[in-house]
């Protein structure tokens, strides 16, 4: 047969342009398939399968990277990166050889190559085995194209070191480690389309055939931004690792942070295969730990709502790719329910179960109880999410609840008693509607109390010399035997109609009336 050997050649400053077809396919797949040419005489069939080279070295180049887009479809940017070296030893279409690149990529960042490639696969350029090395500075993903703009991703990574191979069937990665990523993340909250299931591993879309013995990120910081949200949170010191990584299994991972306000989260399970298209779409299952957790300042609770305190919370969620299940159960200090409200005395525990749409942002709260002491109150309902509003429509009932569990609670929800007042003994019944927005929410429904004394407030004293005329007794309370009325509240304001109250100091009344915003009393 015939050989050819060229011992070396440069070039300088070449212009690449590699672009992917909709079909995955690579306009540099045809090279090295002229021997697949069966119309082409002998000679020039084996002329460049034994062509070898000793040393190919190209300095200063140019390569830019893009896709095709599919009929009807909107194109994609093209990316390029410069300074572009290259340099390949005992060159061969049959046989590996040893090869080394850099680049500098858009952003400022660096990237070394290091590895064996070959022999070029007949067929498809694209499917040439390699194992490599890669080292990477500096990288901001989103101008060097790794992420879409539309994914809500920026920022940098300090480092990335990845040891992968390629057989031309599947890329295995046996290690990858991004160090100090520093990223920040936008949270639409808006519903989306259902994202199709993962693809079939296919040799033309590499990543789709990904398996991993072991990923990690070390030291990362995160940023989560909302619409609305005054404040980011940033979650410091993440530290993730994902082991046995597979294209059509789930897989095993960890991971830690430090959290806003001088928490800490940790977290363990299985997640996967991954939805390249939406990432929200990937199964998992996983239990999640986070002490000290900040309500107000986390990004865990709507920016909108208005509620604070410091919860430690244990999470298990489980999620097919479409509806997430969760049960979670809290310990929560200096609760603050209410904007007008103030911080709880009392710890509030929760345990709820829920369940979301992850595509359309549609909930229901199956059961959430909250426990006050020996107070119990459940509540039930659904939720949507869209954007920086929460919308709600749930149902708050409490059975003969006990006031003195209750009574240091009422400030978190907004109630304040006459100054220097306190409820002392009774129960509280009511079934409320809550509905409209989390930050605004409407709530209604009846409410009676029993048997309760209003200690420190002595209503016959604040008659007056009506109390004499009326023969009304003061003392140093006021007992109260039943109120109930029919209540609503809506933004700040408080209508109550139905009002019925039994005094036994002063009788029995009936009437409606309303409280302002302010404070101002209107009843009849």
Known sequence: SREIHITGFEIYSPKITLLRAANDTWNYSTIGSAQQNTGANKESSTLIP?????????????????????????ATPRRTYDRLTLEAKDFSFQKSFPFTASAHLPGDGAVSLKGNAGPIDPHDASLTPFDAHLEAKHIDPLAAGFVDSTSGVTGTFEAIDVQATWNGQQLHVVNLVVDTPKLTLVRENKPTTVAPPPPAPNSNNMLSTLTADHLQIKNGAITITSPGQAISPVYQQLNAEVTN??????????????????????????AGPLNQASAIATP?????????????????????????????????????????????????????????????PKPVLLQLTASQNVQALTGQLQNAVITIGKAITNVAGTYQTSGATTTLDLKVNAKAA???????????????????????????TTNLNVTGSAAAPIISGPVRIDNTNLAGFDLGSKLGPLSSLAGIKSGSGTAIQSLSANVAVNGGNVRTDNVSAVVPSIGSATGAGTISAAGALNYN
């Open 50 to 74: 034994n062509l070898t080279v000793g040393h190919v070295t190209i300095s200063d180049g140019q390569l830019t990277v893009g896709s095709l887009p599919a009929p009807g479809m909107a």
């Open 245 to 270: 990584v597979s294209p059509t299994a789930a897989s095993p991972f960890k991971l830690s942070a430090q959290i806003p306000g001088g928490g800490s989260v940790t977290g363990d399970g299985t």
């Open 284 to 344: 998992l299952n996983a239990h999640i730990a986070i002490s000290h957790l900040d309500l107000a300042t986390s990004g865990v609770v709507a920016p909108d709502a208005g509620i604070s305190g410091i919860a430690n919370l244990d999470l298990k969620a489980l999620s097919d790719g479409k509806n997430l299940n969760a049960n979670a159960s809290a310990n929560i200090q200096g609760l603050r329910v209410a904007k007008n409200g103030s911080p709880s």
């Open 402 to 428: 006990s006031i003195d569990e209750l009574e240091a609670f009422l400030p978190s929800v907004g109630v304040h008693l006459p100054s220097g007042s306190r409820l002392q003994g009774g129960t509280l």
